[in-house]
């Protein structure tokens, strides 16, 4: 792994947002029909279908901008669960286009809530030669179509946004995340934090955590729950602050440590 820019590097800033209304989309006649004919096509050979009633959609594109920064980004990462489907538009992509700086971007999918700190954990590798980074992490609470499995879907459309740089007050010092893992606080073993925040899959541990202060994220968006109450924190007075949680279906164990 390359050098870090500084021993610094890391979170600058956390921003959280929820997202009450449909996105623009969603009241476009023509999208709405592009997007209906795109569903059919892909879910047909699994005979599965497209719901009739997506008028309270969100895309993960949409929310996202409305999380850029309107200073330059070397580096941007969107990490997402549930895919998006929305025809003629890969999101990092276009993200990369509207994004001030025309930052290198990657996308983390498919790993739950793993997804935000296997992003974090990527990141940090081009510290080095991209120091203004951004993580944008986005869940949706509804989809323009039937999975056809049972599905969990947060309460509300909700996205974070993490800015990252060198000489932050909040340096990221470890990320980890493990696979076939049990819930378990064993990855805050060690790491000495002063405030700990934990995810709808570590809470019900929360008594033995050793820390002066313990979060407990919002049960409701468990993807961006953990990084919600981040942005609720005053990182100049948080101290050392831990992020845990615990994918029960993916079965990912996570933390990372600020400060």
Request: glycine share 6%.
């Amino acid at each position: 792994m390359p050098a870090l820019h500084d021993d610094r590097w890391g979170l600058r800033r956390a921003v959280s947002r929820r997202y009450p209304s449909p996105a623009a989309l969603a009241a476009d006649p023509g999208h709405a029909a592009r997007l209906s004919t795109y569903l059919t096509d892909l879910l047909a050979p699994y005979d599965l279908t497209v719901a009739r009633d997506s008028s309270a959609a969100q895309s993960y594109g949409e929310m996202a901008v409305e999380l850029l920064p309107s200073s330059p980004v070397d580096l941007l990462v969107l990490a997402y669960d549930v895919p998006d489907v929305s025809p003629g538009r890969a999101v990092s992509t276009y993200l990369t286009h509207v994004c001030p700086g025309k930052p290198m971007s990657f996308a983390v999918s498919d790993q739950g809530r793993a997804a935000a700190f296997t992003a974090l954990s990527l990141m940090r590798t081009y510290a080095a030669t991209h120091p203004r980074a951004l993580l944008i992490a986005v869940e949706q609470a509804d989809l323009p179509y039937d999975p056809g499995v049972p599905l969990s879907l947060p309460a509300a459309h909700a996205g974070i946004a993490l800015h990252l740089s060198a000489a932050s007050p909040a340096p990221l010092t470890t990320v980890t995340t493990l696979p076939d893992a049990a819930p378990s606080l064993s990855v805050l073993d060690g790491l000495s934090a002063t405030t700990v925040i934990l995810g709808g899959g570590l809470a019900a541990l929360a008594d033995d955590v050793k820390a002066d202060r313990v979060v407990l994220a919002d049960p409701a968006q468990p993807m961006t729950g953990v990084w919600e109450a981040l942005a609720g924190l005053d990182l100049a007075t948080a101290g050392r602050i831990a992020v845990a949680d615990h994918d029960p279906t993916l079965h990912y164990l996570c933390a990372a440590t600020f400060g």
